[in-house]
């Protein structure tokens, strides 16, 4: 059984700065990629940020020089440090890894619940 658990959403106002972390628990061999993504009411979840298990990353453009995305491999842990919030940053949060578990042979996906992230003008 393996689980993502975000933490550390909540409610800013424009120009402020919030930090996500997410925890994988459970039985877990290796984890591959990391990330997070987000949905915004009527919208489709979009990606907004990965990290390579070697450490390389990438950004969807809104996010760039605003957005940081780092991992603890020990602690099994992505975060994300989200700086200069803007209100159209406001959605629901999901962390997202691709891993294997002891046994297994194939990379699985897991996702967490989400946290919320509500960005005032």
């Known amino acids: 059984q393996v689980q993502l658990v975000e933490s550390g959403g909540g409610s800013v106002q424009a120009g402020g700065s919030l930090r996500l972390s997410c925890a994988a628990s459970?039985?877990?061999?290796?984890?591959?990629?990391m990330s997070w993504y987000r949905q915004a009411p009527g919208l489709q979840r979009e990606l907004v940020a990965i990290?390579?298990?070697?450490?390389?990353?990438d950004y969807i453009d809104s996010v760039k020089g605003r957005f940081t995305i780092s991992r603890d491999n020990a602690k099994d842990t992505v975060y994300l440090q989200m700086n200069n919030l803007k209100p159209e940053d406001t959605a629901v949060y999901y962390c997202?890894?691709?891993?294997?578990?002891?046994?297994?042979?194939?990379?699985?996906?897991?996702w967490g619940r989400g946290t919320q992230v509500t960005v005032s003008a």
């Open positions: 459970g039985s877990i061999f290796k984890i591959n990629v």
């Open positions: 990290i390579h298990s070697e450490g390389n990353t």
């Open positions: 997202y890894a691709d891993l294997i578990r002891p046994g297994s042979y194939s990379y699985e996906d897991y």
